[in-house]
């Protein structure tokens, strides 16, 4: 993170002490004082802090305050298991969490609702590969939608639930069949 210092007429300024903060994070000032191009300059960490947000930071020189904002994001949500179901039936799915270098987020609740109000946990915990079971009888067929969300991340994973229940059946080995009779 930088900040420029300039006078009323757009001309740097050299040496003038700029203090920066942020309301997430930590900052490390690496350039306290304006240098003779006018910057001062501080360093972000998110700390290892894996949720998807908006950091505002702000530097103050003298009387003068300015904010910015930095986007931290990278935390991101996959679903896997079934895609459809039928009324009555057990749904299982699984939810992952991931930070933003692809690894598996660790003990963390994952939020979880139904579009049409089918009783999804509320929320499950990830275990130690980021990965959540879920698992719910379908009651309310239709075209629903799953909504996970975590640390910032929302994913939705479209659930058909049908209200009828069918099955193909394959004949027994060797067995006759007439063909073209009711």
Known sequence: VSATVKDAK?????????AFSADSGTLSVTAP???T???AKA???????KTNRTV???????ALTQTTTLVVQGTRLGFGGDASAVRGKTVSMTVTLLDGAGKAVVLRDIALASKLGNPVPSSVKTDMNGQASVSFTAVLPGADTITA??????????????AVDFAFASPAADSVLPIGSC
């Open 56 to 62: 505002t930071i702000t530097a103050t020189a003298g």
């Open 10 to 18: 757009n001309n740097v300024i050299s040496g003038v002490s700029v």
């Open 33 to 35: 004082t304006t240098g």
């Open 37 to 39: 191009d006018g910057i």
């Open 43 to 49: 360093v972000f960490n998110s700390n290892d802090n």
């Open 149 to 162: 969300s975590a640390l910032g991340a929302v994913l939705t994973q479209g659930l058909a639930i049908s």
